[in-house]
């Protein structure tokens, strides 16, 4: 049962049948609220790691790719510097002026 301290405030009266039993069922309800929540956040965490794991493969696989780009265009620069330095040679019967 409610009623108010002097204060002014509402309170529950220690003793009473009512207090007891909405205390209890209020505190019954933030306990299973406080478990779907966790549950909850425990679902989420294993969402966040199978996507923190599927990122960090696909940075892994860009770095790979990445690196092969970059052997690729650098062979392809030695290949031109081979190409215009052949292209570049004088001719031996050619005149030096």
Avoid at 67 to 86: G, K, S, T
Wanted: no cysteine; glycine share 2%; aromatic share 6%.
């Amino acid at each position: 049962m409610w009623q108010r301290n002097s204060y002014g405030r509402r309170v529950l009266i220690s003793g009473s049948p009512h207090s007891w039993q909405f205390a209890t069922q209020q505190y019954a309800a933030l306990k299973s609220e406080r478990d779907a929540l966790a549950a909850e956040l425990i679902e989420v965490k294993r969402h966040r790691d199978s996507i923190l794991a599927a990122l960090l493969e696909l940075r892994a696989d860009v770095q790979t790719l990445r690196r092969e780009a970059e052997q690729r265009v650098a062979e392809l620069h030695r290949e031109r510097a081979i190409a215009r330095a052949r292209a570049a040679a004088r001719d031996p019967n050619a005149a030096l002026n």
